[in-house]
Every structure is written in structure tokens, then in C-alpha cells.
């Protein structure tokens, strides 16, 4: 089984390794070996408002009142939230509140319940 990844643009298998770089050669895209290397390493950690990192199916407790943006409903202090789900992003937890539906919040409001 081959190491090389496939192409991050086109999603194609047929990639190659020339010098420092992959090679897609059905669109053309190279990008290096090195990059392709740190982005297996690194992890995404995400912290609440104290600094303490989340996982998924965690339970957290809003810190403030949150302003739902395009209506007048407003998510009170201290409102628990189960089951969160970690994503990438500017909104990096997705949940779902009871009484108001799916949501996407920010972890710098949240504490780990």
C-alpha cells in the first residue's frame, strides 16, 4: 500500500513524490512533503474559556448571555449543553439546545461542565 497521500485539490489517487514535493498530475497541483507531514502531527485542541481542553460528547455551561445572530432569542448564563461536537473554525462547537435546535458556538464562552 502506498504512503502518498491524494491530491488535496482534486481528491485523485495517481499522485507522485518528485524531489521535496507531491505531484497530482491529472490538475497539476504540487505541494510539499514536509507540509503534507506536520498536518498528520499536529491535533486539533480545542479549550474552553479556562483553559480547559474539550472532546467530543463533553458537556458544557455557557459563561454569558449569547445574542442568537438574525433573532431576538437570547442564550442565558449558565444554560448546560450536551453532547458537543468539536469542529474546525471561527465557531468551533457544534451542539444542540434544548428549546432552540442545532447551534454553533464559540469556546471562549463555554466551561466544561
Not at 448571555?65 to 450536551?82: E, F, Y
Not at 471561527?90 to 469556546?107: A, E, Q
Request: net charge negative; with cysteine.
Amino acid at each position: 500500500m502506498s504512503t502518498i497521500p491524494a491530491c488535496p485539490v482534486c481528491a485523485m489517487e495517481n499522485t507522485y513524490q518528485d524531489g521535496d514535493n507531491y505531484v497530482c498530475p491529472d490538475c497539476a497541483h504540487e505541494w510539499p512533503v514536509a507540509a503534507q507531514a506536520e498536518e498528520a502531527d499536529t491535533e486539533l485542541v480545542i479549550k474552553d474559556a479556562h483553559g480547559t481542553p474539550l472532546a467530543d460528547g463533553d458537556a458544557v455551561i455557557l459563561i454569558k448571555d449569547l445574542k442568537v445572530k438574525g433573532s431576538s432569542l437570547v442564550l442565558k448564563k449558565g444554560t448546560k449543553v450536551k453532547s458537543i461536537r468539536l469542529v474546525g473554525g471561527d465557531h468551533d462547537i457544534d451542539c444542540k439546545i434544548d428549546g432552540v435546535g442545532n447551534m454553533s458556538l464559540k469556546s471562549e464562552f463555554l466551561k466544561k461542565a
